[in-house]
């Protein structure tokens, strides 16, 4: 749990070194080039280490709950966990002012990784525990994408809507999920 942790905060100095000396020139600095290193071993480091914790401490999660009626939300959690990073991941970048094609992608790989791990295991789960097919995975993720979508675009990016627009997109995003959940005869 060290290691995540630590390579963590190894992405961020890097991100961070980037951020302080980017100074919009078409140059690379020695210091650019450094900080691109710590994201890259901060980010295959943190892959390699939350693969091991994750795989490790999933089985021991699911064999708890599979006695009790948290493991659907359990599995629901790590595939919301893993779209609240890809939608930081694809949209964040958005908000930064000046921003390049490369200091989003650096910005968005660390939360590309993280949301690898979580969607992998949620949608492994909810195949094997909850017995959804394909197609009800990639809507339930699908739904949980647009309301974070919808949460960044009213809360971060504080673009203007049409207020009945949005009600009436968030009431069917929420229909769909229910939907596609409830269990058929």
Not at 29 to 35: E, T, W
Not at 104 to 127: D, K, T, W
């Amino acid at each position: 749990m060290i290691n995540i942790y630590l390579n963590i905060i190894i992405i961020l100095v890097g991100i961070l070194m980037w951020f302080f000396n980017d100074n919009s020139t078409p140059e690379v600095s020695v210091a650019i080039i450094i900080a691109i290193f710590l994201i890259i071993f901060g980010g295959i480091n943190l892959l390699i280490n939350l693969e091991g914790f994750l795989s490790k401490h999933d089985a021991e999660i699911i064999q708890n709950f599979t006695k009790t009626s948290h493991t659907t939300l359990y599995i629901y959690l790590l595939i919301f966990i893993g779209s609240v990073c890809y939608t930081i991941a694809s949209y964040y970048h958005l908000k930064l002012k000046n921003w390049t094609f490369l200091k989003a992608l650096l910005i968005a790989i660390p939360f590309v990784i993280i949301e690898y791990q979580f969607s992998l295991r949620g949608n492994m789960h909810a195949r094997r525990h909850l017995n959804l097919n394909a197609v009800e995975i990639v809507i339930i993720t699908m739904c949980f994408y647009f309301i974070n979508a919808w949460i960044l675009n009213y809360l971060v990016l504080k673009q203007n809507m049409t207020v009945w627009r949005e009600i009436l997109s968030f009431i069917l995003i929420i229909c769909a999920f229910l939907i596609t959940t409830q269990k058929r005869a």
